[in-house]
């Protein structure tokens, strides 16, 4: 057979393979130059925060001889070093997507004819015009047209559709000139696999110009920032103008009292200061230095790490609900996600054909055999049809449960349901004396038994099978006239609602009887509906995305709720091509289906939804999804999609289920309001410290809190606090609150308030403990006031641990919820147990001396005074602003 298909074809000659290398290039695929991780991590250090924390470093690097405070300096280093070194690793790992597809057409050989010679050549030395021969099994190696032969394709490398394509020469197709149709009779795009039959192809586009190239181009391209980064950009810069305007503050009013309140404001003693050369240059680098330390104390030198930690201690709980990040950023943006981007088949539907129903020719309809009249001609020919015009066979998987092997969706569909009445008809002894398997062109399959009834039994399209069909059976076995044109009818309109339809027959060749028809339908996942709902009352626009054609699509998208109110467009692929982006993004609010879609629809629709500054999802299995997927804002892959796919996506959904995706985006949300919590309460804590600091001195107390109690302190806030907050349960509610915007700060209205009035609060608790003589008679007298700054020390812990308590929930009950957080409560537990043991075991290192047991009771009592400080400050902020405040 390959004799006859490949004659009168010669191929290129050796002249025309150098000119055609020459214009065209060779087979192979650009691949961008990869960043080493150690560059990658390098341009990770200029990330926000990041820049804030070096500069912090920096400053104590500088001063770290002179105050021996190497404690701080090692635990920022460290923070910046973990923070980088996640995210680079992340980022690096992310780029295997662009790789992997830049590696799927190298390294195979193919069969090639050139000067009239067969040969076996590499895929990448492959030119435009040369012939190649392929057969099942053989990887397709460039974008080509099928000359000569027949063959079926595996598309769902492309596409991510398990459906086979059948593909076969169009002598009336011009050659493309600038990229194949994926669609086309007569395409094979490169990077398919042939699976049944054999062909000889002409190769029209290679390299770079193939579809694969393209799409390696699209995935090679920068994406936007994500909302986190942004979000982060900003508060980097408000924490370094807070920084900056204390440091400054601080400084003035150390030199103020260095120079005109120790000098009882004597213009004489003022100015013999100023000009003692040595005073004054040892009081300004003094001030300085105390600037310094404050713009160090006020960088919270833990929010790098404690993203991390929050993105991934979430990251296992989400893939209990089968939702496994690859990309922990892209969870948080699934959580400001305000419009998505749905494929139909597999996400809201099964993606599996199931039997709808069965018509008869009198116009009954059954769900299934089993509601049929039990042991009736109808049943019994359809049982018969189903086990033996088919090319599945039964089997019982280890659940149990019948499945079906082998054969197309269809026949197993059919033995699937004809499977429930198996037991029906035991003692039936068919033999197939003939069988017709299924062929696309023909579109039926059929089949001759020894049955006397059912001799010749047929099933396929009812365009090829209704102009024979004269009657119709009924379950007693006789025949009655068919009325066509009324049946058709009934037919067309399950087609229009989105179900395939096929014909079962009996009779012969020339003279059919209908048994019934048979419609089959991908049907809509029972979560879909809720789904939507859901996303619907989260503010998420869902636009479903398909290939369908578009009456299916209205359909299914009308029954699980996407259409409906002021979201009532259907459009198709060709309507998205006459219309303009402008156009296309006013229209956007009301489009809920696109039909008949194409790859490049995709990436369209997406970078117009972020040209109206939208947060953008995208679900996607397919190669040629893999650019759409990265250019999203989150890109959601499906488990059962192709690997380059899942490379290319933010959030692998391993059921391929809407409500998983549901469940994503309150998991971003519950996220962000995390990182919202820890952001409170550090700059709570590191305003409370910089206040301490800036006024000890001014009321005898040079450094009420020590190098090392302060790097405590950071252990506390930080890492432990990081940890306790990513244990926070995100909550139902969160699904009824509007998507932040993209570029939201992070500190809103409720966050500042409540970190200046719990930050002053603190402080005033703290300097009252240590200035009131009624507080000091409560403490023995000991060298350098060392029980009462001991008890500062435990109050200013304590204090701490409450305001966890307190940054944790945005409602007037502290305790809300706090059941379902135990790793919370355990590290609080264990908080306050050290730092009771530091208090007897520190000594000098700590700056702590053991208490008697009334003087520990007398450093915690002050610090439950954050509790009724908080009720006030909560109750007092709904006032001022809403119900509705909070994170």
């Excluded at 790098?304 to 709980?317: D, E, R, T």
């Excluded at 599996?352 to 008869?360: A, R, T």
């Excluded at 969160?734 to 409540?754: C, G, Q, S, T, V």
Aim: proline fraction near 3%.
């Amino acid at each position: 057979m390959r004799g006859n298909i490949t004659q009168n074809f010669d191929g290129l000659t050796k002249e025309q393979v150098s000119f055609s290398r020459e214009k065209h290039g060779k087979n192979i695929i650009s691949q961008k130059k990869r960043k080493s991780f150690f560059r990658q991590f390098v341009s990770n250090l200029g990330d926000p925060i990041i820049r804030v924390l070096l500069f912090a470093l920096f400053l104590n690097i500088l001063f770290l001889f002179r105050d021996g405070d190497i404690y701080e300096t090692v635990g920022i280093g460290i923070s910046v070093f973990l923070a980088t070194f996640i995210s680079t690793a992340s980022e690096y790992s992310s780029e295997s997507a662009f790789r992997r597809l830049g590696e799927e057409n190298s390294g195979s050989n193919i069969r090639c004819k050139r000067d009239g010679k067969m040969l076996e050549i590499s895929s990448e030395e492959l030119v435009v015009g040369d012939i190649i021969f392929l057969g099942a099994g053989e990887r397709i190696p460039a974008d080509s047209v099928l000359i000569s032969g027949k063959m079926g394709l595996d598309m769902s490398s492309m596409t991510g559709e398990s459906r086979e394509a059948k593909k076969e020469p169009d002598p009336r197709a011009s050659s493309p000139s600038l990229s194949i149709d994926p669609g086309a009779k007569n395409s094979l795009p490169g990077g398919c696999t042939v699976i049944s039959g054999e062909g000889m192809a002409r190769v029209c586009f290679v390299g770079d110009n193939t579809l694969l190239g393209g799409i390696v181009e699209e995935i090679g391209m920068d994406t936007r920032e994500s909302p986190l980064r942004i979000r982060l950009t900003g508060l980097a810069k408000v924490i370094s103008r807070l920084g900056y305007i204390a440091a400054i503050l601080v400084s003035l009013a150390y030199l103020a009292n260095c120079f005109f309140l120790d000098s009882g404001m004597n213009r004489s003693i003022i100015m013999m200061k100023l000009f003692d050369m040595h005073y004054l240059f040892e009081k300004l680098l003094h001030a300085l230095t105390l600037g310094l330390t404050v713009v160090v104390v006020a960088v919270p030198e833990g929010l790098p790490l404690m993203i991390s930690v929050v993105l991934s201690a979430n990251i296992k709980k989400m893939i209990k609900n089968n939702v496994l990040v690859r990309k922990p950023v892209g969870i948080e943006a699934a959580g400001s996600m305000n419009i998505l981007f749905c494929d139909k088949t597999g996400t809201i539907t099964r993606g599996i054909p199931l039997v709808g129903e069965y018509i008869c020719g009198d116009g009954r309809h059954f769900p299934s055999l089993s509601d049929m009249k039990k042991g009736g001609e109808i049943q019994r020919a359809l049982w018969i049809s189903a086990f033996y015009n088919t090319s599945s066979s039964l089997t019982v998987g280890n659940d149990k449960k019948d499945s079906a092997l082998g054969g197309n969706m269809t026949d197993k569909a059919l033995l699937i349901d004809a499977a429930k009445i198996k037991n029906d008809f035991p003692n039936e002894d068919i033999k197939i004396i003939e069988k017709t398997p299924f062929d696309s062109d023909k579109k039926y399959s059929s089949l001759r038994t020894n049955d006397k009834k059912n001799s010749f039994l047929i099933k396929g399209a009812p365009e090829k099978l209704i102009c024979d069909v004269e009657n119709y059976l009924l379950d007693d076995g006789s025949e009655r006239p068919l009325d066509k044109p009324n049946f058709l009818r009934t037919i067309n309109e399950k087609t229009k609602e989105g179900a395939r339809v096929l014909l079962i027959c009996r009779g012969n060749e020339r003279k059919l009887t209908l048994i019934a028809a048979v419609c089959l339908s991908d049907k809509m996942r029972k979560e879909s509906p809720s789904s939507v709902k859901k996303l619907h009352e989260a503010g998420i626009h869902v636009v479903m995305v398909t290939g369908d054609n578009i009456e299916t699509a209205r359909s299914i998208a009308a029954e699980c709720g996407i259409i409906g109110g002021s979201v009532d467009l259907c459009l198709t692929s060709s309507d998205l091509a006459e219309m303009g982006d402008e156009r296309l993004s006013s229209l956007l609010p009301r489009i809920g289906v696109i039909a008949r879609a194409l790859p490049s629809d995709k990436s369209r629709l997406v970078r117009v939804a972020q040209e109206r500054e939208m947060v953008v999802g995208m679900t996607g299995d397919g190669i040629n999804d893999a650019p759409a997927l990265r250019r999203a804002d989150v890109g959601f892959s499906m488990g059962s999609g192709t690997q380059v796919a899942k490379d290319a996506g933010d959030i692998i959904i391993l059921d391929n289920d809407l409500s998983s995706i549901a469940k994503a985006v309150l998991y971003g949300r519950g996220i962000f309001k995390n990182i919202r919590k820890f952001i409170t309460l550090q700059l709570t804590m590191n305003l409370s410290a910089v206040g301490i600091s800036m006024i000890g001195p001014f009321i005898g107390f040079d450094a009420p809190v020590t190098v090392v109690q302060m790097l405590w302190i950071n252990i506390i806030m930080d890492t432990l606090g990081g940890i306790a907050f990513a244990g926070e349960h995100a909550r139902d509610e969160f699904m009824r609150e509007a998507p932040k915007r993209r570029d939201e700060p992070i500190l809103n209205k409720y966050m500042i308030w409540h970190i200046l009035t719990m930050g002053i609060f603190t402080i005033l608790l703290c300097l009252s403990f240590l200035k009131a003589p009624e507080i000091s008679r409560l403490f023995r007298s000991g060298e350098g006031n060392i029980y009462l700054l001991t008890g500062f020390f435990v109050l200013f812990i304590f204090a701490s641990v409450f305001n966890c308590f307190s940054a944790r929930v945005d409602t007037i009950s502290l305790f809300s919820g706090l059941g379902k957080n135990k790793v919370f409560i355990a590290i609080m537990i264990l908080i306050a147990f050290i730092q009771i043991l530091f208090v007897y075991l520190g000594g000098t290192v700590l700056r702590t001396a053991p208490l008697l047991p009334m003087e520990l009771a007398y450093s915690i009592a002050p610090a439950l005074l954050i509790f009724p400080a908080d009720f006030a400050e909560k109750l007092i902020l709904r006032g001022l602003f809403s119900k509705k405040s909070g994170y």
